[in-house]
C-alpha cells in the first residue's frame, strides 16, 4: 500500500463516519463477521463458491469487476437471488494512482451502472483495488454516495497453494465481531476449499453479507428482502450510530 493511501486513510477515518467509510463493521448484538470476496464474478469459481455456501446459513458480500459482470450477468443475478450483497470493485481494476481522478470515477460510475442495470438495485458499496485510493478520488466517492470497503483481515487466499494452507490460515484468523475478511472469488483454491474453511467457525460466530442500499423483490434465508435485509440494514445503521 502506497504513503499516498495510507495517508488517505489516516484522513478518511478522522474524516469519515464508519457508516461510510469501513475497516471494520459496527458490531452486532450477536456476533458477526463479514466475508468478501473481489475480482469475479468468474463463470466456473464463483458459482463454486455460491455451491458451497448453500450448504450453510452463511452470507456474504462479492465485490464484482464491470466487464465481468458484463460477461456473466447470469451469476450476478445468483448472488443477488441466494441471499449475498453485491458491490462494485471497478470496471477494469485499476489502482487510483495509475489515473486521473475523473478517469477514475468514471470507471467506477461505468461499473456501477452496469451492476444496477443487471441487478435492478442502487450499489452502493465499493472496494477499491489493492485498497487504493488518493485523498480527491475518495473525496469524489463519497460525493457519489458510495460507502467504501476495506478489511480487517486479508487471506492472500489468492498466493496459497493449496487448500490445506488456506484452511490453517483461515483457521488461524483472530476473528472479533464486526471483522471483515478479504477473499478472492477467482482464486482456484478458494472455490475448493470455502466449505471448509466456514465449517472451521461458524459454530461461534455468525458471517453475514453487507447491506446494500436498497431492497428488491429476491429472497434472503427464507423470508422477502424487503423484511429480512432491511432489518439488518437498520440494525447495522443503528450500531454504527451508536459507534460514533
Not at 487510483?96 to 438495485?121: F, N, P, W
Not at 487448500?163 to 478479504?182: C, H, K, T, W
Not at 431492497?215 to 422477502?224: E, M, P, S, V
Amino acid at each position: 500500500m502506497s504513503v499516498l493511501t495510507k495517508i488517505t486513510h489516516l484522513l478518511a477515518r478522522r474524516l469519515c463516519d464508519n457508516r461510510r467509510y469501513l475497516t471494520r463493521a459496527p458490531g452486532q448484538t450477536n456476533p458477526a463477521v463479514y466475508l468478501t470476496f473481489d475480482d469475479g464474478p468468474h463463470p466456473d469459481r464463483t458459482n463454486r463458491i455460491l455451491d458451497q455456501f448453500a450448504h450453510s446459513d452463511s452470507k456474504a458480500t462479492f465485490f464484482v469487476i464491470g466487464r465481468r459482470a458484463r460477461r456473466h450477468p447470469q451469476t450476478v443475478r445468483r448472488i443477488l437471488a441466494e441471499g449475498h450483497s453485491v458491490g462494485c470493485h471497478t470496471w477494469r481494476h485499476w489502482s487510483a494512482r495509475q489515473l486521473s481522478v475523473r478517469e477514475y470515477v468514471d470507471d467506477v460510475r461505468r461499473s456501477r451502472a452496469e451492476i444496477e442495470q443487471i441487478t435492478g438495485e442502487k450499489i452502493d458499496l465499493f472496494r477499491p483495488p489493492y485498497g487504493e485510493l488518493t485523498p480527491f478520488s475518495l473525496w469524489r466517492l463519497l460525493s457519489d454516495e458510495c460507502r467504501i470497503i476495506h478489511w480487517t483481515h486479508d487471506t492472500r487466499d489468492f498466493q496459497l497453494p493449496a487448500i490445506p494452507v488456506l484452511q490453517q490460515r483461515f483457521a488461524e484468523l483472530p476473528l472479533s465481531d464486526g471483522d471483515i475478511i478479504l477473499m478472492h472469488d477467482d482464486a482456484s483454491v478458494t472455490s475448493y476449499a470455502l466449505r471448509r474453511c466456514l465449517q472451521t467457525w461458524e459454530s461461534q460466530i455468525r458471517f453475514l453479507a453487507l447491506p446494500m442500499a436498497t431492497t428488491a423483490t429476491r429472497r434472503i434465508q427464507g423470508t422477502t428482502d424487503s423484511t429480512a435485509h432491511q432489518a439488518f440494514r437498520e440494525e447495522f445503521a443503528v450500531a454504527g450510530s451508536a459507534a460514533e
